[in-house]
């Protein structure tokens, strides 16, 4: 049991790292609703922009809420040219130009994207790609997601994560409790990759949990819209840098033809799990392409210009603390700023010149 005055000690900690954080959090988004308000809101970046989406849901991790994304769909459908990501990269491929080009994508198949954003796709007509992990369709969870709401699904504000060596991390609202989820989420990522699912096995594991991923008949029905297309996400959602070359052909070739045969289509598109420049490498864009797909999908920022490499295309993640203006709410400027990439530009320039 700890001591009064240790308790003590670490509320008072906790009470300045949250005031630190608050202090971070709105310096932060200062800046940039003045980056966008000086430079971003009329410049446009030329290239294709593609969106990442986990979820849309209320009070959920990786969530934007379902009338934000209702707003965000809107403002596409009048001031973009939204289109499919598979006729993108043909559009790409032939050379043709795709500025002023929005692609919406989502990433690992969750429930949501079928009951909630799909009919607010349907309404505006907008096309997407729904990136599926085979294994979480079958199992109705993916491991780190399990792992996110038993640890930060309390209402506590507090995650002691000391006997994993992860030490303790608090929150005081939804804003830090992301930027919790962020830290461990970091500290996770330098763990070797069997200590890193050990751990999410032992506190997920013991959480349990209901079904959070479509189902396959679901993904079926979607992909049936006509509206959506499947892409294709691996089988279990690995680091596929950190695999041997046997898994690895595994998670990419069999997660496609598991896929392919859930929908009864063909699957094209591929998108790396995690998505970062150290989560792929030449050996995992080769299988990639020797599995038959078209194109690939990474989470780093930026617009793709004429002449990229379609098996390394770029992304702008989506998340609350990217539209979220001062008064807390969802923020026109800053969206359509991001979405045509003078936001992430800008800032580039500013952190290039600090
Ligand atoms: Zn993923």
Redesign the pocket.
């Known amino acids: 049991m700890k001591h009064a005055t240790d308790r003590a000690h670490a509320a008072g900690a906790h009470q300045k790292q949250g005031l630190k954080q608050i202090v971070k959090r709105s310096f932060r988004q200062g800046l940039k609703q003045m980056l966008a308000g000086t430079y971003g809101l009329r410049g446009t970046e030329p290239g294709l922009s593609v969106l990442m989406y986990h979820r849309v849901s209320h009070d959920a991790l990786l969530s934007v809420p379902p009338d934000v994304f209702e707003e965000q769909m809107a403002l596409l459908a009048r001031d973009f040219e939204p289109v499919s990501l598979r006729n993108a990269v043909e559009r790409m491929g032939r050379g043709d130009s795709c500025n002023g080009c929005v692609c919406v994508t989502f990433?690992?198949g969750f429930q949501d994207n079928w009951i909630t954003a799909y009919p607010i796709l349907d309404k505006y007509r907008i096309p997407a790609t729904v990136?599926v992990?085979c294994d979480a369709l079958t199992h109705g969870t993916l491991w780190f997601y399990a792992f996110d709401n038993a640890v930060f699904g309390a209402a506590a504000g507090e995650a002691d994560l000391t006997a994993f060596g992860l030490g303790v991390h608090a929150w005081q609202d939804a804003a830090g409790k992301m930027d919790a989820v962020g830290r461990v989420h970091a500290r996770m990522k330098q763990l070797g990759h069997a200590e890193r699912l050990s751990i999410v096995q032992a506190v997920a594991g013991a959480a349990g949990g209901g079904r959070i991923m479509m189902t396959p008949e679901e993904c079926r029905a979607l992909a049936a819209s006509g509206l959506v297309d499947i892409g294709a996400?691996t089988v279990s959602?690995p680091i596929l840098t950190g695999l041997g070359d046997d898994d690895l052909l595994h998670e990419i070739m069999d997660g496609k033809s598991m896929l392919e045969s859930m929908i009864g289509q063909e699957v094209a598109l591929f998108?790396y799990?995690?998505g970062t420049a150290r989560d792929f490498d030449d050996r995992v864009v080769d299988v990639v392409r020797r599995a038959g797909f078209g194109a690939a999908v990474t989470t780093i920022p930026g617009l793709n210009r004429a002449g990229a490499n379609p098996f390394t295309l770029r992304r702008f993640d989506v998340t609350p603390g990217v539209y979220t203006g001062w008064s807390g709410c969802f923020s026109r400027g800053l969206f359509r700023s991001h979405v045509r990439g003078t936001l992430h530009a800008v800032t580039q320039k500013m952190t290039a010149a600090l």
Do not use: I, T
């Open positions: 990433d690992d990136f992990a996400h959602h998108s799990p995690n």
